[in-house]
């Protein structure tokens, strides 16, 4: 079985964002980009699939700006046998890159797509949701396990207040969440081999997708900032604040 | 604009989100709810008591009774047939299902919205929370999934919406539900809770979280949470976990114990009213947005704080 995992350029989760001073955007000049999370687990669970002698080939799927290969080449130096790069300069949004996976998806025919929960910069959790809706396949969203037996996928999902677990027809959709597993670091020698692994280069016009935004952005603020606070020396001056604020008596 | 807003529950009572949402509902135009499940005669009857409530569509069909995408997804694409805007809480069956709709609908969601700026205008928060988006739809339909703590909750009561059958999709025969886990809690429920005693890494151990959190929460009748490390340190289960992957809360007073503050965690309660933070290391980040702050080992300051309350 074939899996597809699609991988996001994004800003580093350790760096803090900073709001450009006309309001359009978050400043990405000169900051470091890496791969979003939540996509580090979905490559890391496709290779342990792999692993398993459930999956023959993984294919890692970015779409946007060239640098996105950077990406995508570290994907293949954890494990991804090759990569397609869908090359775009404009903003792409959940639904835009539904349709292009969707179209992937037709060509590829996978028995899986393994996608993070949710990118950490527009935080939409969308994506794997429309792409199963497009295919009309199952969906195991915000996955904390993932066990494929026969035609079918058991996914335990993480829910508000606890677990639950649903069982796919194959071929379906798992979005990951962040107890799925512990990626893996990608060592040297997998580094250089990633360099010589196949990486097609391809554009939207390609698949005849129409990805025109729908939303506009007006505008992207800094959120209201707290007033500096106090410190307190001891317990019985906090108890006094906390009675201040009428939390006891 | 006529909208329709997803109930959230649980098979018996309608649960806190979907009052925020239908508060948000309100601000586009007429309400209408959507009641999908099995055995359900129950919460349709207390949504029809939600002030402002106009028509409440049932879909009471087993093919519902787990909530799962696949077949809720083509029920509310058949409804919003004559519907403007769907709205969902954001909770994870709201997420789960919303942008299944909008995808069987070609429109783009919009997630988590903050505020209604317009008829199809809206503030959403991204990057973890470190910066808040205005964006405006060009789309025909609009589906909006809505943050809870960001709008006030309607009544429960005063409302008289009319019950109203509707036929079943069936089972799209994709998925199908096998089991579920849900952890046990007496306390208050995290997203709902006036008061919030949350825990870290700092706490080491699980038996010190039951130790120490634990009864400073009870004496409180606070929620208990914890950040993304003590729920990974195996300390607590995962619904404890409070931040950008977790839930989101905006309590009146959220204690933060042994959490240094990370953005991530920042992101799920830095809009509480009130703010505080216990840490033995006074350069910690939770110290820049607390309002009151005191430094020193938590071992003895929370037992100290707890036996003296």
Redesign the interface.
């Given at each position: 079985m074939k899996i597809l995992v699609p991988v996001k350029r994004v800003?580093d989760?350790n760096v803090?964002?900073r709001?450009k001073a006309d309001g359009t955007g978050?400043d990405l000049a000169n900051v470091k980009m890496s791969m979003n999370p939540f996509d580090e687990i979905a490559v890391e669970e496709a290779i342990r699939l792999k692993e398993k002698g459930v999956a023959t080939e993984i294919v890692a799927i970015s779409i946007g700006e060239q640098k996105a290969q950077e990406t995508l080449r570290t994907a293949l130096a954890m494990g991804a046998d090759r990569a397609i790069l869908i090359v775009t300069e404009d903003r792409v949004?959940?639904?835009g890159v539904?349709k292009l996976l969707k179209a992937i998806a037709d060509e590829e025919q996978p028995g899986l797509i393994i996608l993070g929960?949710?990118a950490?910069?527009?935080?939409?959790?969308?994506?794997?949701?429309?792409?199963?809706?497009?295919t009309?396949?199952?969906?195991g969203?915000?996955a904390?396990a993932v066990e494929v037996a026969g035609d079918t996928v058991?996914v335990t999902?993480?829910?508000?207040?606890?677990?639950?677990?649903?069982?796919?027809?194959l071929p379906?959709i798992v979005t990951t969440?962040?107890?799925l597993n512990e990626p893996r670091y990608a060592s040297l020698p997998n580094i250089m081999k990633a360099k010589a692994k196949p990486m097609a280069q391809k554009t939207a016009a390609d698949y005849g997708v129409d990805i025109a935004?729908?939303?506009?952005?007006?505008?992207?603020?800094?959120?209201a900032k707290?007033?500096a606070?106090?410190?307190?020396?001891?317990?019985?001056e906090?108890?006094g604040?906390?009675k201040t604020?009428g939390?006891?008596a | 604009m006529k909208t329709l807003v997803w109930v959230e529950h649980d098979g018996a009572a309608v649960k806190d989100a979907t009052l925020s949402a239908v508060t948000a509902a309100s601000q586009l135009g007429e309400i209408h709810l959507l009641v999908a499940g099995q055995g359900v005669g129950a919460v349709a009857d207390a949504a029809a008591r939600i002030a402002g409530v106009g028509k409440v569509h049932v879909a009471d069909d087993a093919a519902y009774a787990h909530a799962l995408a696949e077949n809720i997804a083509p029920l509310v694409a058949e409804l919003m047939g004559h519907h403007d805007a769907f709205v969902v809480p954001s909770t994870s069956t709201g997420k789960n299902i919303a942008p299944r709709v909008a995808a069987l609908l070609d429109v783009m969601q919009i997630s988590d919205i903050l505020s209604v700026e317009g008829d199809a205008t809206f503030t959403r928060p991204i990057y973890a929370g470190n910066a808040i988006a205005t964006v405006k739809s060009s789309d025909a339909k609009l589906v909006l999934t809505v943050r809870g703590t960001a709008f006030a909750k309607a009544a429960t009561e005063g409302g008289s919406g009319t019950i109203e059958a509707v036929g079943s999709t069936g089972d799209k025969g994709v998925s199908t539900f096998v089991s579920s886990e849900i952890a046990k809690s007496e306390r208050p429920e995290l997203t709902s809770a006036k008061i919030i005693v949350s825990g870290g890494r700092a706490l080491q151990n699980s038996e010190n979280f039951t130790t120490i959190i634990e009864p400073l929460a009870d004496k409180l009748g606070a929620g208990v949470g914890a950040s993304r490390a003590a729920v990974d340190a195996g300390y607590v289960p995962n619904d404890y976990q409070v931040g950008q992957t977790g839930k989101i809360v905006a309590p009146e007073v959220y204690i933060a114990i042994g959490i240094s503050g990370a953005i991530q965690h920042l992101a799920g309660m830095k809009d509480s009213k009130t703010i505080i933070a216990i840490n033995k290391d006074e350069d910690a980040p939770i110290f820049q947005v607390a309002d009151i702050g005191l430094v020193g080992d938590l071992f003895k300051i929370v037992p100290e704080l707890t036996s003296k309350l």
């Open positions: 800003l989760y803090k964002p709001v978050i949004e959940p639904l539904a929960k949710q950490i910069d527009d935080d939409n959790n969308q994506t794997g949701q429309m792409l199963a809706a497009m009309g396949w199952g969906q969203t915000f904390s058991k999902r993480e829910i508000d207040g606890g677990a639950e677990t649903v069982e796919l027809k379906a969440d962040l107890r935004p729908r939303l506009t952005t007006v505008k992207v603020e800094e959120p707290r007033s606070g106090v410190k307190v020396a001891d317990v019985d906090l108890i604040k906390l604020l939390v006891v | -």
